[in-house]
């Protein structure tokens, strides 16, 4: 009796309170369903989660097409000569070398030495004859192979670039009318043409920006009077040391031969063009307010009660005449020019140029798949003054401006370092790679270069230091100016002795800087 009222009791609890079994049931039964549908739903969406986007960078078409199975060279010279998009180059050499992690022989200041002839103790960190494997060498020298030798290692590639000689002197004119008294005396660059003896002595200081500039950067004597003996003298000198000539006018055709003469990835000779002028001059704002004024001010050019006043770019305009003269008096630039274009097809007619064709395609086709990834606007060059981004605005110099790169915004990290490498000024490139190399002399330098000014006259970069007891500070028509016989003294000042055909600072003599 007891255990039948026991049953019943629990019969009323389950039935009654918790409901009936068959409720259970239809529970379980739901739960496993939506636990499946649940299950299955992760599934699905896994299955549409697309992967994390791949930098552009990282894609199959930055390799470009095969190159067999040579081995990338790591030891390149290049002969920065003036005026020839050298700086877009240099910029791909400072890129490579940076992504690899290459040490560069980079300048004390931000030139080798330039315009003297080359000194292998200009080097920073230079401890002797291949003390230290030193990888890329590039920045404006006057060359001196012997010198350079001393630096690069002997397996070193050796490659320079040059340009038509009339365009060299149109760009020559817009950005150092200033600095080359030549040129400064002259209202325009056809008055100059019409007869440069007229304006040109050779003694000034920064007049070899007027004549023969690509055979001066060569470290050969521009003011020799030309014969067709002494031109080929200094090309076979060239042809000897130089294993690759580019020439200006057929960049793209030039990146390709390059490419394949040092065995690098399509990406590495993808370029944007750098440090280019303005060509139709903008009537937005004078000189005074910008970064050029303040240089100008600071290195006593254009000034007048105190004010930097504003300038209007040259007169560059030519006619055939004209042209033609320039040609003669630049006739050892314009008979290199000629001997290495000629060279130039050559090379292209052993390459092919149905496969040259289609490799500028694509190398033109990366251009602008990278340009639309990585700029504002398209790709297309803004003032200075429009760049936010302190870290790759352009320098100004001259009486022209120099255009940059707006950096598209909302890039993911890899892709913005590599963006930025590519449209990184060559100033601020150099002390990038500076610090990186120097990180304990970098913090020194900072605080040094915090209380003096780095004057860009025309390329040409002068510190402003306080004058220093016994010397002359210059100032106005002081720059450019001064005759090589009265002014044995580098650019600040310091005095220069020459020991075997080479200027070295005295204070240099019998030590390492």
């Known amino acids: 009796m007891f255990f039948r009222r026991r049953a019943r009791m629990l019969r009323w609890l389950v039935c009654g309170r918790l409901g009936p079994v068959w409720m259970w049931k239809a529970l379980l039964l739901f739960l496993a369903i939506a636990f499946a549908g649940q299950l299955l739903g992760i599934i699905f969406n896994k299955s549409n989660v697309q992967p994390a986007a791949r930098s552009i960078f990282s894609s199959p078409d930055a390799q470009g097409p095969s190159l067999g199975s040579c081995q990338p060279h790591t030891h390149i010279m290049f002969l920065k000569t003036h005026k020839t998009a050298s700086s877009t180059v240099l910029n791909m050499l400072y890129r490579f070398g940076d992504e690899h992690n290459l040490r560069f022989a980079l300048p004390l200041g931000y030139q080798l030495g330039y315009p003297l002839p080359f000194n292998a103790h200009r080097v920073k960190g230079y401890r002797g004859p291949r003390a230290i494997e030193f990888h890329i060498m590039g920045n404006h020298m006057r060359f001196n192979k012997p010198e350079v030798e001393k630096v690069m290692p002997t397996d070193t590639f050796y490659f320079s670039i040059v340009r038509d000689p009339v365009a060299l002197a149109e760009s020559s004119f817009a950005y150092y009318k200033e600095v080359a008294p030549a040129f400064r005396k002259a209202k325009g660059l056809g008055e100059f043409a019409d007869d440069p003896k007229h304006f040109y002595d050779p003694r000034l200081r920064n007049n070899h920006y007027a004549r023969n500039l690509l055979w001066f950067d060569f470290g050969l004597d521009h003011n020799a009077n030309f014969s067709f003996a002494l031109a080929r003298i200094g090309e076979d000198m060239i042809r000897r040391t130089f294993k690759l000539i580019l020439v200006?006018?057929?960049?793209?055709?030039?990146?390709?031969?390059?490419?394949?003469?040092?065995?690098?990835?399509?990406?590495?000779?993808?370029?944007?063009?750098?440090?280019a002028r303005q060509q139709k001059p903008s009537s937005t704002d004078g000189v005074g307010g910008s970064w050029?004024?303040?240089?100008?001010?600071?290195?006593?050019?254009?000034?007048?009660?105190?004010?930097?006043?504003?300038?209007?770019?040259?007169?560059?305009s030519l006619t055939e005449e004209q042209r033609e003269k320039l040609r003669q008096w630049n006739a050892f630039d314009w008979y290199l020019y000629k001997a290495f274009n000629k060279t130039f097809w050559e090379e292209i007619d052993k390459f092919g140029r149905t496969r040259m064709e289609k490799e500028v395609n694509l190398l033109r086709m990366r251009r602008e798949d990278?340009?639309?990834?990585?700029?504002?606007?398209?790709g297309k060059p803004v003032e200075a003054h429009r760049i936010r981004d302190k870290n790759i605005r352009p320098f100004q110099s001259g009486l022209v401006k120099i255009l940059g790169y707006e950096l598209q915004s909302g890039l993911d990290n890899v892709t913005r370092i590599s963006c930025v490498r590519m449209i990184r000024p060559e100033i601020q490139y150099k002390d990038v790679l500076d610090s990186k190399q120097f990180p304990q002399a970098h913090g020194l330098q900072a605080q040094q270069q915090s209380q003096r000014l780095i004057v860009a006259v025309g390329g040409t970069f002068l510190k402003q230091d306080p004058p220093r007891k016994g010397i002359k500070e210059m100032g106005g028509d002081g720059v450019g100016g001064k005759t090589l016989e009265d002014g044995i003294k580098d650019w600040d000042g310091s005095h220069l002795i020459r020991t075997n055909q080479t200027l070295v600072r005295g204070n240099e003599k019998g030590r390492l800087r």
Not at 292 to 316: D, F, S, T, W
């Open 248 to 275: 200006s006018e057929y960049f793209d055709q030039s990146m390709i031969l390059l490419r394949h003469a040092v065995c690098w990835p399509l990406d590495a000779v993808v370029s944007f063009s750098l440090n």
């Open 370 to 378: 990278l340009a639309r990834v990585c700029l504002r606007d398209g």
């Open 292 to 316: 050029m004024g303040k240089a100008a001010a600071a290195a006593g050019v254009g000034i007048r009660g105190g004010h930097a006043q504003a300038k209007m770019p040259p007169n560059l």
